[in-house]
């Protein structure tokens, strides 16, 4: 059974998360990165017994990092996860934050390659530290030419520059290869670079590529990367990651303050640990799904918008639309740090004439103006309805 086929929009409409909540009932949300599924079996189950048995306490135990290394075994035949050098943290954003506070100070810089997950920008400054942008290619991929470049910059601004990785890559679902991340951490190890990588949507690879865990690569040894059943079970408002760190960065993860893993939900480390241990079968009926998805979103861009250009995504549940041909404005809002609610260009013409919630390119920093994200985690009616709304708009605009 197609887990993207399960939900109609009604039964979605009772749903009291963001995704369902930020818009009016007319709007079909396909912005933030929730899935329109029921939870995975094995999970419903897990969290049933706990709330039976009122087991709703602290976390205990290395359950959760034992089941990620098991997966990671048997998905990737990754057999680098040592539980311990892992740590339990509430997310994986504040997780990252976390290693920026172990492995750098105030004011030193981040690379990042725009455009690219939108909390990044506000977390890091938050944090105190500095971004430092080393744009995508033009072929949307991890560009090796600006990461030299950026590397240079930050080694010469501070001893101890961070580049954050994001690990398959959103907006634009592209999956790095082995061949690529080799050459990041030859980059990394030449300029004194160390690597955090957000891999959050590792298990939502599809047909056409693979996952390369960034701490197996060669260089990787004093890198970090945070991981979480999060995104491929859908599992947002359940509270748990896991912080992994390369075995020279071993020294760094021992200072981490023992309360930081009070964060996490002892719900979410269940649900999590069954996700990861017992949730396969219901994970490759979900990416089964989303190939079909892909396959009919690919589709209907070309009934619906053309002159629009979708980079095919090769993971995550999130396609990067190329609207600028059909006349957009390059605005890019009303500037300052902008936040995943903020609407400018394509994304604010479909929400007012189409009645279609997509995430505003712009908010991904550098290359996204005239751009939008689409979640195609979504019942294929519900996808199919939302792109036709989009077209008719378009057809119905008034000729400037």
């Not at 039976?52 to 205990?60: Q, V, W």
């Not at 751009?371 to 008719?392: F, K, S």
């Amino acid at each position: 059974m197609n887990p993207l086929s399960e939900l109609a929009l009604a039964q979605l409409q009772q749903r009291t998360s963001v995704k369902w909540r930020t818009y009016a009932a007319d709007v079909l949300p396909l912005w933030v990165a929730e899935m329109d599924v029921s939870l995975a079996p094995p999970v419903h189950a897990r969290l049933k017994r706990a709330i039976d048995l009122g087991d709703t306490g602290y976390p205990a135990g290395n359950e959760y990092a034992e089941a990620f290394r098991e997966f990671a075994a048997a998905r990737w035949s990754w057999d680098g996860v040592d539980p311990d050098r892992v740590a339990l943290v509430p997310d994986v954003m504040l997780g990252i934050v976390e290693t920026l506070w172990l492995i750098t100070g105030p004011g030193d810089p981040v690379v990042v390659t725009p455009p690219v997950y939108a909390p990044f920008f506000a977390f890091i400054e938050h944090a105190d530290r500095k971004v430092l942008a080393a744009p995508l290619g033009e072929d949307g991929r991890l560009d090796p030419v600006a990461l030299d470049d950026a590397f240079r910059r930050a080694s010469s601004q501070s001893e101890h520059p961070v580049f954050l990785l994001c690990n398959p890559h959103n907006p634009t679902g592209t999956v790095h290869t082995r061949q690529e991340l080799e050459g990041v951490a030859v980059l990394a190890q030449r300029h004194g670079v160390r690597v955090i990588s957000d891999e959050i949507h590792a298990p939502l690879v599809l047909s056409g590529a693979s996952f390369t865990p960034y701490l197996s690569v060669a260089g990787s040894e004093d890198a970090f990367s945070l991981v979480s059943a999060s995104k491929a079970w859908n599992l947002a408002g359940l509270k748990a990651a896991l912080l992994l760190a390369g075995p020279a960065a071993a020294s760094d993860l021992a200072r981490l303050p023992e309360e930081v893993g009070h964060g996490a939900s002892h719900l979410g480390v269940l649900a999590h640990t069954a996700a990861f241990r017992e949730g396969g079968s219901w994970l490759d009926s979900l990416l089964t799904g989303l190939d079909y998805n892909r396959a009919l979103l690919g589709d209907l861009i070309v009934e619906h918008l053309p002159g629009a250009a979708l980079t095919r995504p090769e993971g995550t549940y999130l396609a990067w639309l190329d609207l600028r041909e059909l006349g957009f404005e390059e605005g890019a809002g009303s500037g300052g740090l902008a936040v995943v609610t903020d609407l400018a260009g394509p994304a604010r013409f479909f929400l007012d004439t189409a009645r279609v919630a997509l995430s505003s390119g712009h908010v991904f920093g550098s290359g996204g103006a005239g751009h939008a994200r689409i979640n195609y985690a979504t019942h294929p009616d519900i996808l199919t309805e939302a792109v036709q709304r989009m077209g008719r708009a378009l057809r119905e605009r008034p000729a400037n």
